[in-house]
């Protein structure tokens, strides 16, 4: 069990806005299980199934499932000592959660630098490097990033610049 303010974030269940709190993680291998505990009272354990998110207390868990389908398994791997922020924007025509994790990485010459990855729905989109002043966005892929993601660049660079 971890404290829960180190891991939760913003959702909406059934039209309400409210937060998740992930209290532990419970499985082993790649079967992970989620035990989350909502600002409702509403506490389950959620896990994968055929790619989808479940509760172990069935159709009574899934407007909770479906609400952290996206974010839950964020928890997995976090490195609680590196930064992370999590915020609620408009990307295209939904509100979803945008994640912001620090990795830092170390080239042949052993030169560390520091890059911040952001993922929202379940998928990494592009990181954000600051060389001297100015921030570049790229993606590992090296493929052009979407329209949707450079706008949103400008918005986590924003929050990176205020907050660090």
Not at 8 to 19: D, S
Not at 38 to 46: A, I, K, L, S, W
Not at 146 to 162: C, G, I, W, Y
Request: proline share 1%.
């Amino acid at each position: 069990m971890i404290d829960q303010n180190i891991f939760n974030f913003t959702v909406v269940v059934a039209g309400k806005e409210q937060r998740a709190y992930v209290l532990a993680d419970e499985g082993e291998d790649r079967d992970f299980h989620y035990r989350v505990r909502f600002d409702d009272g509403y506490e389950d354990v959620f896990h994968e199934v055929q790619g989808e998110l479940q509760g172990l207390r069935g159709a009574e868990s899934a407007a909770y499932a479906d609400a952290i389908k996206y974010d839950v398994h964020h928890f997995i791997g976090l490195n609680t000592d590196a930064f992370w922020y999590v915020f609620r924007e408009q990307v295209g025509d939904e509100v979803v959660n945008v994640w912001i994790f620090e990795e830092e990485e170390e080239d042949e010459e052993e030169n560390l630098s520091t890059s911040w990855n952001v993922h929202y729905k379940k998928a990494y989109r592009f990181h954000l490097l600051k060389v001297g002043n100015a921030w570049m966005v790229a993606n590992r892929d090296g493929k052009d990033i979407p329209a949707v993601d450079r706008e949103l660049s400008k918005k986590v660079e924003f929050v990176l610049k205020t907050i660090l």
